[in-house]
């Protein structure tokens, strides 16, 4: 009696739940996506060795740019709207839902503090075209009597964020008096301990 050959099969494998669950991910991925929005100023920071990691969250960024302008910003959204209202009643300006929006969306910002309010009520395409002065950054001398808003601003983000850490922002061609001014009004608010952002996303700490 002949043998009876038995057919091979090839097992198959069914890759529609796969492709699926590929699908969902992508999608998942491109609706959380969070966009960085544009920088108000671009800073060229200068190199270092160091390799201390940028903390993710609770930070006070100060920018300084080639000429001398300087920027503050808060990344925590909730800090962020709680300082606009606190600038607003030291300044005496209202603050509506528009402005609120845009001063969240607003990772920096560079204008005397009067004048916020006409920064904000611009739109984002109005916004990215204003030329913005930087903060004003007085040292309280007989040669220079300008307000130091800096100061206040950095009680305020310490005052409402007790996580807060601070790092300064500096353009290697930033001269150095513009640098000492940031460093000066840390150590008025004694605010001694800070940090340098430098290339390769790094920062090297001071402790002064």
């Known amino acids: ?110 204008v005397p503090l009067k004048q916020l309010p006409q920064l904000l009520k611009l739109s984002p395409e109005d916004a990215g075209k204003f030329v913005q002065p930087g903060i004003q950054v007085g040292l309280a001398t007989p040669k220079d009597s300008t307000k130091n808003e800096l100061e206040d601003l950095v009680r305020f983000g310490r005052y409402l964020n007790n996580n807060i850490r601070i790092a300064v922002k500096g353009d290697k061609e930033a001269d150095y008096k513009s640098i000492d001014k940031v460093v000066e009004t840390l150590r008025k608010t004694n605010s001694n301990r800070f940090n340098l952002i430098t290339s390769g996303k790094t920062v090297s700490s001071l402790d002064k």
């Not at 006070?60 to 300082?83: C, Q």
């Not at 603050?95 to 001063?103: A, I, L, R, S």
């Open 1 to 110: 009696m002949p043998k009876i050959k038995v057919k091979r099969s090839h097992p198959t494998t069914d890759m529609t739940a796969m492709c699926d669950v590929a699908f969902l991910l992508l999608t998942f991925f491109i609706l959380t996506a969070k966009f960085r929005p544009k920088e108000p100023v671009e800073v060229s920071i200068p190199s270092s060795t160091a390799q201390i990691p940028i903390p993710e969250k609770d930070i006070m960024l100060i920018s300084v740019t080639p000429d001398g302008r300087i920027f503050y910003g808060i990344d925590d959204h909730a800090t962020r709207l709680a300082l606009l209202d606190e600038i607003a009643k030291r300044n005496g300006f209202t603050v509506d839902g528009q402005m609120q929006h845009n001063f969240e969306t607003m990772d920096q910002f560079g």
